[in-house]
């Protein structure tokens, strides 16, 4: 996924390559979360995923049909099949629309259903997302209603086409840490209960862990590292896994006396990407003439499990 | 003596609506060197009590006052202008939560580091440049960053730059509110190991302010947990992460999903309360699994809960006609059929006591009596529990009256 920028007067366009050579399936009623820093190309990624964004290379398929370079009438086909839920509360939701009107609106964008199974459908979809009794919602407005209340509005809007593929975009990140748990135990819920598959970006290795089967981990704009969670959790292969999870703290007080093991620097830019692995220069292992010379690919070194790195195994 | 002990403080902020109680009655004591980790959720009152300490108030404040004694000097007996030119920046600086978002477009990094010298010491330009450098060295900042400006930076120079403003008059103490909010897992890391580098061979102590438990342990030598503006258990670290005493500072440690380690986490049901009208008694009472008698259940919260109670009829008992509450102690239930004579409020009480596990608002029920054709129900009055225990506080009923 390259975005150009900068090419006017006569200047050389430069790209970004947000997402880069990334490959990735999803089975049905699987979460796999894709986990990464700021920079890494995971939102990107998210967008990408529902055409919101086209990609500049590569192929997509949605349940065997290709849908990279989708005409419009395709699209509308994939958005029933396929939503978002959003990082931000505060903004996803119209602030002028009551919870009814947002709700109905993408019924109503794809003509689903008479107003009066419209209206079964909200109070049904309300009811899903536990903002009940769903009478006293409906006639809410956004402002009227906390940070985890309004992101449960957002996982019903989401749920009104009875898709069987969400992407969620950090929804949780904006919520105070008792919500974040009911939320992603919802989701979970809803999993079970409606069969959805889910892509959970987050920037959050621990709730990855509680909520995902597989994880994927984004560093500028590659795939370095995916597998089953338990598996990666106990034998990360790539040095970038680790270091993330070595840079995370536990509350457990003997932190205090110990320094916390982090790498130096910041990710690479992604118009002017480092040679060869793009993680080499922050590296605590790369090796000279390899690690900056030769772009290492995703191979498999444990049962479902890959990492894209030369020193690995 | 301490070397910082804030007591009694209260922050009320006035609205509209009503007064909010902001930070109401806190205190704690802090030992020079070390940090306080003062832990909540959004609306807690942890920053208003930063707020209250450096006097960085509103125009709408309703009510500031307490004891902060400092050194042994109270600084809310200081007059304004005495606290700005000695207290503020010099003696406690604090580090603003987004504060990276808040520097100076249009200035050079070195010379936002240099202000508060010229403003407060009056120092020369050269001087206070040559100030700032150093500072700036001290974060681990190489000097030529002093030319550049902020969107030049990355987000953890940014920081870093915010940190050496907040140095650079060489105070005893820092306030550090969210230091680390919006910074990347690493970044977050590095500048963890810069504030406890700088703990260290400077003697800074710390006020840290976060929601986030697991960045507490890494600087706190105390920790503090506040919710609804009250200060609801306190202790050394170690206590409060091994064995907490509050349900609150549980159900928080409970609700953190872990990297390593068996446990899933658990989310606390309900949402932090309204701090204008906060729940009577303990203000954690309507979220808490163990709430009983003491603890502050009111008539409209039972009233909430027999209006949307079914299970009277499955417990063979009249269905509800109507709930009405007299006042905060006193609810009126008109059933569908009026019980004749006292005899039939057994099944009633036995009803009531079968609820009280599953839902801890019945505990609040002291008795139930006829009058006229209708069942009046008589709740305990709530107390306020204060804190108990010496150098491990909380302030909880079950740790004096059990349950």
């Known amino acids: 996924m390259w975005f150009e920028f900068g090419g006017f007067l006569f200047r050389k366009p430069r790209h970004v390559k947000a997402v880069d050579g990334l490959t990735l399936q999803f089975g049905r009623r699987e979460t796999v979360a894709i986990v990464g820093e700021s920079g890494s190309g995971k939102t990107t990624l998210g967008r990408t995923v529902l055409r919101l964004l086209e990609p500049t290379d590569g192929k997509m398929l949605f349940d065997g049909r290709d849908i990279t370079h989708a005409t419009q009438k395709e699209l509308a086909w994939l958005r029933r099949k396929a939503q978002m839920i959003p990082q931000d509360p505060y903004s996803s939701v119209n602030p002028t629309f009551s919870i009814y009107r947002t709700l109905e609106e993408p019924l109503a964008i794809h003509h689903v259903g008479s107003l009066e199974e419209r209206s079964e459908r909200i109070h049904k979809a309300l009811e899903n997302v536990k903002l009940t009794p769903p009478e006293v919602f409906v006639t809410k407005f956004p402002h009227m209603l906390s940070g985890g209340q309004r992101q449960r509005v957002a996982v019903a809007r989401a749920l009104m086409l009875d898709p069987e593929f969400i992407v969620a975009d950090e929804p949780v990140s904006m919520l105070d840490a008792s919500v974040r748990i009911s939320i992603l135990q919802l989701l979970r819920q809803l999993q079970e209960q409606f069969g959805i598959s889910f892509l959970y970006i987050t920037h959050d290795f621990a709730t990855a862990r509680h909520f995902s089967e597989r994880i994927g981990i984004m560093y500028a704009g590659k795939l370095v590292e995916v597998g089953p969670v338990a598996d990666i959790l106990q034998v990360p292969l790539h040095p970038y896994t680790n270091a993330l999870m070595e840079a995370i703290p536990e509350p457990d007080p003997a932190n205090k006396g110990r320094r916390r093991r982090a790498l130096p620097g910041e990710p690479p830019s992604l118009a002017d990407p480092p040679s060869g692995c793009y993680f080499h220069p922050r590296c605590p292992i790369a090796k000279v003439g390899l690690c900056d010379v030769e772009e290492p690919q995703l191979r498999e070194l444990r049962p479902a499990h890959s990492v894209a790195c030369h020193l690995a195994g | ?403």
């Open chain 2, 1 to 403: 003596m301490p070397f910082l002990s804030v007591q009694n403080l209260y922050l009320y902020y006035r609205t509209r609506r009503g007064l909010v109680k902001a930070v109401d009655d806190v205190s704690f004591d802090m030992e020079r060197g070390t940090t306080l980790a003062l832990v909540g959720e959004s609306g807690c009152g942890k920053t208003s009590t930063a707020s209250a300490i450096l006097r960085t108030l509103p125009r709408n404040v309703g009510r500031h006052e307490g004891r902060v004694l400092l050194d042994e000097t109270d600084l809310m007996g200081l007059g304004d202008e005495e606290f700005r030119k000695k207290i503020r920046w010099r003696t406690i600086s604090i580090v603003f939560q987004g504060a990276m978002n808040a520097l100076s477009p249009t200035s050079q990094v070195g010379d936002q580091v240099a202000e508060p010298l010229r403003v407060h010491l009056d120092l020369e330009k050269e001087e206070a440049a040559a100030q700032a450098e150093a500072t700036l060295q001290r974060v681990g900042l190489p000097e030529y960053i002093a030319n550049r400006y902020p969107h030049e930076l990355s987000g953890g120079m940014k920081q870093r730059v915010v940190i050496a403003m907040a140095l650079v008059m060489k105070p005893k103490m820092v306030i550090l509110d969210e230091p680390t909010s919006a910074l990347d897992v690493m970044t977050q890391a590095n500048i963890i190991n810069l504030l406890k580098e700088l703990q260290e061979r400077e003697f800074l102590s710390y006020l840290f302010i976060t929601h986030d438990l697991g960045l507490a342990s890494e600087l706190a030598d105390q920790l503090g947990i506040m919710y609804a503006g009250n200060l609801v258990e306190l202790g050394p670290a170690t206590e409060l992460y091994e064995a907490p005493q509050h349900p609150y500072t549980r159900a928080l440690m409970n609700s953190v999903p872990r990297l390593r380690g068996g446990q899933a986490p658990e989310s606390i049901p309900g949402t932090p309360p309204d701090l204008i009208e906060p729940p009577a008694g303990c203000r954690f009472h309507p979220r808490c699994p163990h709430a009983f008698e003491p603890c502050g259940w009111t008539a409209p919260e039972l009233a909430e809960e027999l209006r949307s109670q079914r299970t009277l009829e499955a417990a063979g008992l009249p269905a509800i006609k109507e709930v009405t509450v007299r006042d905060d102690q006193h609810l009126v239930v008109e059933l569908a059929e009026a019980p004749k004579e006292l005899a039939s409020l057994g099944p009633l009480s036995r009803f009531v006591d079968g609820q009280k596990r599953s839902s801890p608002v019945y505990r609040g029920i002291k008795d139930l009596a006829l009058d006229g054709g209708n069942v009046v129900a008589t709740l305990h009055e709530p107390e306020v529990p204060g804190p108990v225990g010496s150098s491990h506080k909380a302030s909880c009923w079950l740790l004096t009256r059990g349950a």
